[in-house]
């Protein structure tokens, strides 16, 4: 028993990382497409884009604001799942940095925005279900939007809209003031708030339950 308990928890860590990977590879995908990013990269996609600043540097800082607002917000109810998101801000903000490095898209045309738009969607979605399934530390802006539910008695799926549109005015905002133009919001910040939800939906329905099955969870 002490030993399939141990391979579920390795499966539960391998398919809890692969998942961060898609995650952040379809994060940074986002940010290529020049057609707007998702709503919760906006704020530190465009402090990088002002600043010159890097993306992952950024994006872990934002993540490690997000677990710190987490702290009076659930009190004593912050356990040691949410302790472990200051080291998932920083490995997932090394990993948009070395993504946002490694993959390289000059001047994409139109069919290449929409398609890069589109898988990045799709990443995003696939990654979000992996890391969630396995019930292991949330990605930060997750967990907030978790913490700010449990706290309010709102609906989550309505916490998200308020903070994904919290994230749009913060970087509408920044980008007026300090720039004069709109930063990274778009058609590709719309079609990733209205798909991206659909994707995980699919996904669920069809890989809930074998992702469960196989880390020992179901």
Request: a positive charge; one cysteine or more.
């Amino acid at each position: 028993m002490k030993e399939k308990s141990v391979k579920h928890w390795m499966r539960r860590l391998v398919c809890y990382g692969i998942g961060m990977l898609v995650l952040t590879c379809g994060i940074t995908l986002n940010t290529k497409t020049l057609l707007g990013v998702s709503p919760i990269i906006s704020v530190p996609n465009s402090l990088s884009v002002l600043f010159g600043w890097n993306l992952g540097w950024v994006v872990t800082l934002f993540y490690l604001l997000c677990v710190a607002v987490q702290l009076p917000i659930k009190g004593r109810r912050f356990g040691i799942l949410d302790v472990l998101q200051f080291p998932v801000s920083f490995l997932s903000g090394w990993l948009v940095g070395w993504y946002s490095k490694t993959l390289s898209f000059p001047n994409p045309s139109w069919p290449l925005r929409l398609t890069l738009l589109a898988l990045a969607i799709l990443l995003t979605g696939t990654g979000v279900c992996m890391m969630v399934n396995m019930e292991l530390a949330p990605n930060p802006a997750d967990g907030l939007v978790d913490s700010i539910s449990q706290r309010s008695g709102k609906n989550m799926g309505l916490c998200k809209n308020l903070f994904d549109l919290a994230c749009v005015v913060v970087t509408v905002t920044i980008s007026l003031l300090l720039d004069g133009t709109v930063i990274g919001i778009g058609l590709g910040t719309v079609a990733t708030v209205l798909f991206t939800g659909r994707v995980i939906a699919l996904v669920n329905r069809f890989l809930r339950d074998p992702m469960r099955r196989m880390a020992g969870l179901a």
